[in-house]
């Protein structure tokens, strides 16, 4: 009995093991400025493109889901919506899934005929991270941020017949993707009429700045680059450049963001920053599942700012 009872804790300390093992290989998964559209989600419509990232010293790619009249109407503009991914390291290869919801909403009229563009987020996705990351035989810059703004946003406006002003503008994120949000709107409100963030890590970021930029033990960022602190510099800034703000997240545990943003929404009123709060009903940490639900409220959101862009 005894011996059987050792036998089984051994088989089950190597099964953790094993368990542990997988987990460390998907969280390690490697890291690719640029990565390949895949094949599904080209039947949607996406199309895959690249820039040359100078902050980054390497291609990057991203993924663009134009409208169907964009090949019709030649002289037409369109506004963009920038799509943050969450989870890392980045990729313009997730967040992919929600090109089936705005071909939908643009079939039914939800929003008008716009463009979504699927941002990499760099290897700490969304951040500008203090130092280049180092794998195995290679090395990365990490200016994921300066990517975005800097480097992207112009790259599209050139490229694409885009309403390039900020007028013209929207960013949304989920997760890491909804962190990077706020901070990139809150930090550059000349350049976006419009910011939602889905089920974003906000007491990470509460962490963020209450130690001065360190998230963990191994990753520490620059003092104030969080989304506590940008919103109370935008909070001086607010009267000149108005943002219309969401944050939306499921109404329960199911969604283990729930209290994070709920705290976040209660900080935002603190510092007078007008915004919207969408608790989804029934909804766990997945952007699927969050416009499964309450996609028609998402882009009720966004409308009254892309139709105003479009006239």
């Known amino acids: 009995m005894i011996l059987r009872s050792?036998?089984?804790?051994?088989?089950?300390?190597?099964?953790?093991?094993?368990?542990?093992?997988?987990?460390?290989?998907?969280?390690?998964?490697?890291?690719?400025?640029n990565n390949p559209l895949p094949a599904q989600f080209a039947k949607l419509g996406v199309k895959h493109g690249t820039?040359?990232?100078?902050?980054?010293?390497?291609?990057?790619?991203?993924?663009?889901?134009?409208?169907?009249?964009?090949?019709?109407?030649?002289?037409?503009?369109?506004?963009?919506?920038?799509?943050?991914?969450?989870?890392?390291?980045?990729s313009e290869a997730k967040h992919l899934r929600v090109a089936s919801f705005v071909n939908e909403a643009i079939a039914k009229g939800l929003i008008p005929p716009t463009i979504y563009l699927f941002v990499n987020g760099g290897p700490v996705s969304h951040y500008d991270y203090p130092t280049s990351l180092k794998h195995p035989g290679e090395e990365f810059e990490t200016k994921g941020n300066t990517a975005f703004v800097k480097e992207l946003i112009p790259h599209v406006d050139k490229t694409y017949r885009t309403i390039a002003e900020r007028k013209g503008r929207v960013v949304e994120g989920y997760s890491q993707g909804g962190r990077g949000t706020l901070r990139t709107a809150f930090r550059n409100p000349e350049l976006f009429a419009a910011a939602s963030a889905g089920s974003s890590g906000l007491a990470t970021e509460l962490r963020?700045?209450?130690?001065?930029?360190?998230?963990s033990n191994y990753l520490k960022f620059t003092p104030g680059d969080d989304a506590y602190s940008q919103a109370k510099?935008?909070?001086?800034?607010?009267?000149?450049?108005?943002?219309?703000?969401?944050?939306?997240?499921?109404?329960?545990?199911?969604?283990?963001?729930?209290?994070?943003?709920?705290?976040?929404?209660?900080?935002?009123?603190?510092?007078?920053?007008?915004?919207?709060?969408?608790?989804?009903?029934?909804?766990?940490?997945?952007?699927?599942?969050?416009?499964?639900?309450?996609?028609?409220?998402?882009?009720?959101?966004?409308?009254?700012?892309?139709?105003?862009?479009?006239?």
Not at 54 to 81: H, S
Not at 248 to 261: A, I, Q, V
């Open 6 to 33: 050792v036998l089984l804790v051994f088989l089950v300390s190597l099964s953790v093991l094993h368990g542990q093992k997988e987990a460390n290989k998907k969280h390690l998964q490697p890291f690719r400025w």
């Open 208 to 215: 963020i700045q209450q130690e001065g930029g360190k998230e």
């Open 233 to 311: 510099e935008y909070a001086g800034r607010m009267e000149k450049f108005p943002m219309k703000i969401l944050l939306y997240s499921g109404n329960s545990r199911k969604d283990f963001n729930w209290e994070g943003n709920v705290a976040y929404a209660k900080y935002l009123t603190s510092l007078g920053i007008e915004h919207q709060h969408l608790l989804i009903p029934d909804c766990g940490h997945s952007t699927h599942q969050a416009y499964t639900i309450s996609g028609k409220e998402l882009f009720k959101f966004l409308a009254p700012v892309l139709k105003a862009a479009s006239r």
């Open 51 to 90: 820039f040359e990232s100078k902050a980054n010293k390497a291609t990057v790619g991203y993924n663009i889901l134009l409208p169907k009249v964009y090949e019709i109407e030649k002289g037409r503009r369109f506004p963009v919506v920038y799509l943050l991914h969450g989870g890392r390291p980045g």
